[in-house]
């Protein structure tokens, strides 16, 4: 444990990883009762990317997420002091972080899962702040990974047409606190509704031949949704935490030049930014190539920005992420 001075932290580089099979609406539309016209107009997905090899996992889209981010900020894997992997399909249950630790050979890195759903990112990423902003650690590699396909009920069309398979990553670096790009985050958790997201585990009675003991063992179900009220959640909370945080840095709607959400449907981004007033060309979009990626879709956004140059030096860039828990959380950076 090092000194509590605080210091600063900084996102110095970014990575994405997306399978290389893709899923048209065309296609969907064969697997189920559903069309390209209803899928683009509710949701605004074309199409998303499948993990289909069987030897594949979503440690080799994290690997590879992070090994770019690692060459890009030309640091030597050993340098990395923490992995974050938010996840909620994780290829192990008891967590797959470490696999990833060995994996990229960060072998002096601490490493963990974290679950907070498509909130998973943002939760992630203000998680490795406290550690950085006590001086804890120094090089923190934050991974957002899903494999949604994995878990959903390909014979429901209400679910299985927004999800795909992805993952992004970022190195958070400590920094003198006057070079502190962290300028105020606020996360929040209402698990009064936590039903209608979710994929629960469903328990069966195991008759063991012990006396009276009883055991319940089982398995987890597919991904539940009740679409209308989680959009009208995100819809509401969504900018009153974009909001809040601005007050808490004193800034203004104004002030943003890029809004990178959760990209879970085109009518929650255009939704969002007409109640913030903020024009849509503010807006981070690229859900309609990929679906809700769940916890890499926003480090699949902010990556894919900055490979295209949208983001630049000084830039305000608030990121907003929302979703199962219900959990939702928004972080303002000045890039
Ligand atoms: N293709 C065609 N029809 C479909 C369909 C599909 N893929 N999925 C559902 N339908 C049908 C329903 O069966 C229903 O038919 P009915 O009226 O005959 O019963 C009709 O379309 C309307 O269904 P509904 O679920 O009310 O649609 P909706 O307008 O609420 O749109 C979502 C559904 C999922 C697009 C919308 O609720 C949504 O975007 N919610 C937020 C979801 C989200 O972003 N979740 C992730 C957050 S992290």
New binding site residues.
């Given amino acids: 444990m090092k000194s509590l001075m605080i210091q600063g932290a900084k996102i110095i580089a970014t990575g994405s990883a997306i399978p290389s099979f893709k899923l048209s609406n065309d296609e969907m539309s064969k697997i ?4 390209d016209e ?2 683009s107009s ?2 605004g997905i074309k199409e998303r990317r499948l993990l289909t090899e069987k030897s594949q996992s979503i440690n080799d889209l994290a690997i590879s997420a992070s090994q770019q981010a690692l060459e890009k900020a030309s640091m030597d894997p050993s340098e990395v002091d923490l992995i974050i992997l938010a996840t909620s399909s994780p290829s192990d249950l008891f967590g797959s972080a470490s696999r990833i630790q060995f994996e990229i050979g960060a072998k002096n890195a601490v490493a963990f899962d974290l679950t907070a ?2 909130s998973g990112f943002v939760v992630g990423l203000v998680t490795a702040f406290q550690f950085l902003q006590t001086n804890t650690y120094r090089n923190i590699l934050v991974i957002g990974a899903d494999v949604l396909s994995q878990w959903v009920d390909w014979s429901d ?2 679910t299985c ?2 999800f795909g398979d992805a993952a992004g990553a970022a190195i958070v670096q400590s920094c003198s606190s006057i070079h502190n790009s962290i300028l105020s985050f606020k996360i929040n958790t209402d698990g009064k509704y936590a039903s209608h ?1 979710s994929i629960s585990y469903e328990k069966s009675l195991h008759k063991l031949s012990v006396g009276n003991l009883k055991l319940y063992q089982g398995a987890f179900k597919h991904v539940y ?1 009740n ?2 009220e ?2 009208k959640f ?1 819809v509401s909370q969504v900018p009153l935490s974009i909001l809040s945080c601005l007050e808490a840095s004193n800034m203004s709607v104004q002030d943003i030049d890029w809004l990178v959400l ?1 990209q ?2 085109e ?2 981004l255009t939704a969002v930014a007409e109640k913030l007033s903020i024009s849509s060309k503010k807006i981070i979009s690229n859900l309609s190539k990929y679906g ?1 990626t ?1 916890a890499a879709s926003i480090p699949l956004a902010l990556d894919e920005a900055i490979k295209e140059h949208k983001i630049s030096d000084n830039d305000i860039v608030v990121i907003a992420g ?3 828990g219900l959990t939702w959380g928004t972080i303002i950076l000045r890039w």
């Fill in positions: 189920v009762e559903t069309s209803w899928i509710r949701t759903a498509c069309r209400s047409i927004l997201l949704m679409g209308r989680v959009y995100a959760h879970a449907n009518r929650i809700n769940s929302f979703g199962a």
